[in-house]
């Protein structure tokens, strides 16, 4: 009898883990569904008006920015893992891990950066007219608030991607196929364009995919350049225009779109083959650079990590020295609280969430376990705004029906119980980023060999306890590896942040974007180089990976957990 209340409260921790699986699968579908709903009874003439005044130039901006970021990505960071991985010149190792740190820079946070520095009253422009002798109109300088400046800031932050995934491709390359190649006439230049890249163009492709998810789900960089994107249209319908019709629209045709490349990802790495050298593997050797050569391969390596890292740091650091915010007082305490409550609540459900999917895929692997688990990977390709309005919807619907129910019937107002509160937006989060929670657990779990649940199963160990006494100790590192990445990643949103949080709690990113909408840039560059600082955490983790040049693992672990997709090398295809 006394064992009665322990193995009820197993079976129902064992209940738990199994339906908790397909409910938090039910959220994140939730938002998309919500949409398509939404879009589809939105009325037609709000259709008809989008086609004539705003669908055309949206789609043909949101589509010059994706060339644009995909062809920067894929240049900058194909050559610059070809480069560090496969010759040798001063600095070389040093390049490794610094290619990577533009990654913990939000591409808003570039912007407001490079803004400063290069607008008309900005310091460049400025020394120009002096030594010069101009005056405003004599001469012509780049528009860094355009198309072409925004896509710049989203390369700069982005080509990492393409780099750490082209890297871990070259590095598992036998020198096999290449030098055969050289054996058959074939110089440096054609053997690398003939052999070597195709082999490495799955990797290639899928970082240049990511790149594009995160181009077209940008608001910050977009809104601030006064560029008008289907994100920037979707924030506009909701507040300025007051048409959720015309917002839950747009959002389809984003969330198409998004899809759309999510399922370019899966066919272009599903299609890929790649097979071993076997025992005749040969990695080849990096090759010295002398002379011309290897200078220009120092420029090459040390303009990204320049432009892309240590100019704005500084940039920002000479900007937030002159500002009159201060980290100390109590306005930006309540932003950092409220950011941290955010970030910290967000990244422990997310992982709890992804605990109980991935462990119902491990012990009661079937349809429905692999249908929940697609599911909750399909947050990755969607943006934060879509999500927002996706959940914004169907909620708000039930608050308004809720307070009219209540007013006629007891004469009450309940007001907006889910809209205005910070669970809503933390279920936003959760739905955006349990794809890298969930694919960080599975990276780890894949370490944990099967026969050690069937012998803990076959000593009388139930599911709950299997999860507690012997996985999460296993996978601690791959769950607060995790729970950071998912912690900055949150710091760093701003479409589902600036939509739906709660009146009068702002977060870093929140007042960062404020600021700069307000032309103080000064002051914006205090919360951002907090959101900086933190974001490089993760970065520093993967850089001490990148240390060793054998460390071609750490970037597909860094892949799997920034996006939720299992990126391999060479192949393609998952690894083992």
Known sequence: MSLRPFALAERFATGLL????????????LPMVAVLIAALLGSTDTLRHLADTVLWRYSATTLQLVLIVAAGTAAIGTGAAWLVTMTRFPGVRLFEIALALPLAFPAYVMGYAYTDFL???GPVQTLLRDVTGWGPRDYWFPEIRSVTGAAVMLILVLYPYVYLLARAAFLQQSATAFLAARALGRGP??????????????????GVLLAVMETIADYGTVSYFSVQTFATGIYTSWFTMADRAAAAQLALCLLCFALLLAMLERMQRGAARHYGAGKRFERLPPTPLRGAPK??????????VLFGFALPVILLFTMATGSEQSLLSARYLAFTG????????????????AILIGFRQRLWPGRRSAIAGNIARIGYAVPGGVIAVGLLVPF?????????????????STGLLFT????????????????????????????????????????GTPPAALVRRIHLPILRPSVLTALLVVFVDVMKELPATLIMRPFNFDTLAVQAHRLASDERLAGAAVPSLVIVGVGLLPVILVCRSLGTRNSDRSSRLWARHRTGKLITSAGGAPAK
């Open 18 to 29: 199994r339906g908790g699986a397909l409910l938090v699968a039910a959220i994140c579908l």
């Open 420 to 459: 205005g509160s910070i669970w809503l937006l933390v279920c936003a989060y959760l739905v955006r980023f349990m794809a890298a929670a969930l694919n960080a657990y599975d990276s780890g779990l894949g370490t944990v060999h099967p026969n050690i649940d069937a012998v803990a199963r076959t000593l």
């Open 189 to 206: 230049w054609a053997a690398f364009l003939r052999v070597s890249l195709p082999m490495a163009r799955p990797a290639i492709a899928g």
């Open 295 to 304: 200078w220009a391969a120092l420029t090459l390596c040390a303009l990204p």
């Open 396 to 412: 708000a619907a039930i608050d308004n029906g809720l307070d009219a129910w209540m007013r006629a019937t007891f004469g009450v």
């Open 119 to 121: 607008d008309h009253p």
């Open 338 to 353: 409220n950011t941290v409550i955010l970030a910290g609540t967000a990244s422990l459900l997310t992982m709890f969430g």
